[in-house]
Antibody
Framework: QVQLQESGPGLVKPSETLSLTCTVS????????WSWIRQPPGKGLEYIGY???????NYNPSLESRVTISADTSKNQSSLKLSSVTAADTAVYYCARAGIAGPPPVWGLGTTVTVSS | EIVMTQSPATLSVSPGERATLSCRASQSVSSNLAWYQQKPGQPPRLLIYGASTRATGIPARFSGSGSGTEFTLTISRLQSEDFAVYSCQQYNNWPWTFGQGTKVEI
């Protein structure tokens, strides 16, 4: 049974870069789309972007200037980098997997990132 | 970007009753509409995609309908484990966007 595990610092200072990794176990990394989605406290979900395992990425235009999503098939990992963070980037960050460029049926448990000095 | 509006914000129902949740898109999303269930402290769970197709393992009491800009999620007979927040998501136009959610409570 495939499992996704997000990992990374839970606290990031304003203006710094948020870096998270999604590690896949119990399933294939190839031939899937890997999404990053976030949820600010008490708010709705927001798509950050997604990447096909081979490296073609799509970013939310509202974040595109600050976001990089990558895929490493040798490590079964997807990574998210978000630069110049502010308090508005405080959220639970999820990674998710889909077989098509559509709604993902498989999600990680999420990791909470707080932006604060 | 396409704005997804869900109503009502909160729906109070009793176990065994039917719940009807609405989702409206600011422009047509064809049938590229998904529904998720989310409980506190848990990730979203995909219920419906393609507006009306149940995801793997989703009970038949969950059904979706609609196309274009108007969509409905119906839970035919609410069970205790169904009390949660339900969100719709369009994946017709990038960036894909979610509604703000409907909380189904007792």
């Amino acid at each position: 049974q495939v499992q996704l595990q997000e990992s990374g610092p839970g606290l990031v200072k304003p203006s710094e870069t948020l870096s998270l990794t999604c590690t896949v176990s119990g399933g294939s990394f190839s031939n899937y789309y890997w999404s990053w989605i976030r949820q600010p406290p008490g708010k709705g979900l927001e798509y950050i972007g997604y990447i096909y395992y081979s490296g073609s990425a799509n970013y939310n235009p509202s974040l595109e200037s600050r976001v990089t999503i990558s895929a490493d098939t040798s490590k079964n990992q997807s990574s998210l980098k978000l630069s110049s963070v502010t308090a508005a980037d405080t959220a639970v960050y999820y990674c998710a997997r889909a077989g098509i460029a559509g709604p993902p049926p498989v999600w990680g448990l999420g990791t909470t990132v707080t932006v604060s000095s | 970007e396409i704005v997804m509006t869900q109503s009502p914000a909160t729906l109070s129902v009793s176990p065994g009753e039917r719940a009807t949740l609405s989702c409206r898109a600011s422009q047509s999303v064809s049938s590229n509409l998904a529904w998720y269930q989310q409980k506190p402290g848990q990730p979203p769970r995909l219920l419906i995609y393609g507006a009306s197709t149940r995801a793997t393992g989703i009970p038949a009491r969950f059904s979706g309908s609609g196309s274009g800009t108007e969509f409905t999620l119906t839970i035919s007979r609410l069970q205790s484990e169904d009390f949660a927040v339900y969100s719709c998501q369009q994946y017709n136009n990038w960036p894909w966007t979610f509604g703000q959610g409907t909380k189904v409570e007792i």
